[in-house]
């Protein structure tokens, strides 16, 4: 069971719609759900129900009158269950109402965070701090192909001790995004280190 929280637009939906076509891939749809929380924005979960049609899985809308835990226990037999989250900015109200609920969430529930690597290092830092009042297990690095740089990424889960889980860079699905290798990451990062600072070189000289 995994959980994926975060403001909004970091690719949560996008991340468990990837993760979930991988899976339906190899093993078939049986096994598998999906469960959005988001009930405050207008149509928020019509993206995770379109994912839920094309993958022949079933998905679950968990509002603030009913229990997350009861629609876990549900699915406890199955392989594959992810839970979508409201996106929120940080000073929202029911930012509080949303973490509340996952904090009540059941033990073998893992929660992972998305952290996009196009946001400041303070940004980050801020995000981090708010959602570790749920006890996260890792985090999902997204935008990798959007960042200039994943340095400041990195710098952030090594000092929050957080462990990355997946890496996803890109809207492809299922194909952009995949488990978090160290050496993959770094590689990646001085790929793009060199990369744009090659493009700004051209850029600055007129090349």
Known sequence: MYC????TGVGKTTSIGKIAAQHVLK????GVVLITTDTYRIAAHEQLKTFGRILNVPVE??????DL???????????LVLVDTAGMNPRDSNLERQLLMMKRARQNLKKLL????????QVLKTVVEIYSQVQLDG??????????SLGEAISVVIE???PVVYIADGQRIPDDIEPARAHNLISRAVYTAEHYSQLYGSLKYGG
């Open 61 to 66: 809308v968990v509002s603030e009158y009913s």
């Open 4 to 7: 994926l929280y975060g403001p």
């Open 27 to 30: 093993h078939g749809s049986d």
């Open 160 to 162: 929050e001790s957080l």
């Open 139 to 148: 985090c999902v690095l997204s935008k990798l192909d959007e960042s200039a």
């Open 114 to 121: 998305v952290l996009p690597c196009t946001s400041q290092r």
């Open 69 to 79: 835990n009861d629609v876990l226990a549900k699915y406890a037999d199955y392989p």
